[in-house]
């Protein structure tokens, strides 16, 4: 399989980059700062551009079997659109070049599903982030992709341990914070599994 990898700097972009090189996938890290990817791969293959760019994204989906979002937000606790703009390029390119598989790095609280009172608050102060994943992945549902949504708890950089519980309904019974490593692993393993097609997951420790 030939993916490419949006958002591939960041802590979860670059661990499916190096994940997907160790399982026999073909890599494109699409990048806009490429001296930030320490890695070199022979099935491996960078692209620097802006997701903000609509003809550099279309550009770059040519040829590929499937798409992976690890996009982030600049403006962190702000309202923003940034998510939902640059997933609105992704979802285009992939029509224009007939590419139909997607697996989109959202966040827990997009269906305000984390419970109690902790998960109240942390959904209130996450508010316009999760409000931009929101409407980025309504784009994506909308449009006839294949797609797989993964909604990790808090993320940690603690290392990858290949466990972690999942949830298509909600999020995991007693939710704590999960690995970079480990949402990248779910990412990886979701790419080639169809029980993922058409879902959304929420994924914790």
């Known amino acids: 399989m030939r993916i490419i990898v949006f958002g591939a ?10 994940q997907a090189l160790e399982m026999g996938f073909e890599v494109t890290a699409f990048v806009r700062t490429p001296s930030k990817l320490d ?3 022979e099935q491996l293959s960078i692209i620097q551009g802006d997701a903000f760019n609509k003809e550099e994204v279309f550009a770059a989906i040519a040829g590929h079997d499937a798409v992976v979002s690890c996009l982030g937000s600049s403006q962190g606790m702000k309202k923003s659109t940034e998510l939902e703009e640059m997933t609105k390029n992704i979802v285009s390119g992939m029509q224009a070049h007939n590419v139909k598989r997607i697996v989109y790095t959202a966040s827990a609280g997009i269906n305000k599903e ?8 942390a959904m209130k ?6 409000t931009d994943h929101r409407n980025a992945v309504n784009y994506i549902e909308a449009h006839g992709l294949n797609f797989t949504i993964v909604r990790p708890m808090g993320l940690t950089n603690d290392d990858l341990t290949g466990k972690y519980r999942e949830s298509k309904v909600s999020v995991p019974d007693k939710p704590r914070s999960i690995s970079r490593t480990d949402v ?3 990412i990886v393993k979701a790419l080639n599994d169809k029980q993922y097609e058409n879902s959304s997951v929420g ?3």
């Open 203 to 205: 994924i914790a420790n």
């Open 39 to 41: 890695l070199v791969h």
């Open 125 to 130: 102060m996450l508010k316009n982030a999760l």
């Open 9 to 18: 700097t960041g802590g979860v972009g670059q661990s499916v980059v190096k």
């Open 114 to 121: 984390i419970p109690g009172i902790s998960g109240k608050l």
């Open 184 to 186: 990248a692993h779910f």
